[in-house]
């Protein structure tokens, strides 16, 4: 499975971004936990928001109330819109589908670019 996420783009603080994330093909494998991570330049990747498949929700501290992760479980899709977005939100945002027990699996997109100007 490939991961194909897109949305990013430039925007001014206090602006709103909406990311994609899908299967670039079809399958009906209902994939574990799909998640959204990010990494600024000169920084390792961190954590944005992850859900799961049964729906429970975790975010990072710096994304609770800016930003909501959604889910659709047939089409494998997850969305994170990002409102009120501040200059650090810039990097680069990773989504990824995780599955801890067997079979074990870490995929990862290839990445969209967020830049937020101040």
């Known amino acids: 499975v490939q991961l194909q996420a897109s949305g990013g783009g430039w925007v001014q603080a206090g602006g709103s971004l909406r990311l994609s994330c899908a299967p670039a093909e079809r399958t009906t494998v209902t994939l574990a936990t799909m998640g959204w991570y990010r990494q600024a330049a000169g920084k390792q990747r961190e954590l944005v928001a992850t859900v799961t498949s049964g729906g429970t929700i975790n975010y990072a501290d710096f994304a609770e109330g800016r930003f909501t992760i959604s889910r659709h479980n047939a089409k494998n899709a997850i969305w994170l819109q990002m409102d009120n977005l501040k200059p650090e939100d810039t990097g680069v945002y990773y989504c990824?589908?995780?599955?801890?027990?067997?079979?074990?699996?870490?995929?990862w997109g290839q990445g969209t670019l967020v830049t937020v100007s101040s």
């Open positions: 990824n589908a995780r599955r801890t027990m067997t079979p074990v699996y870490s995929i």
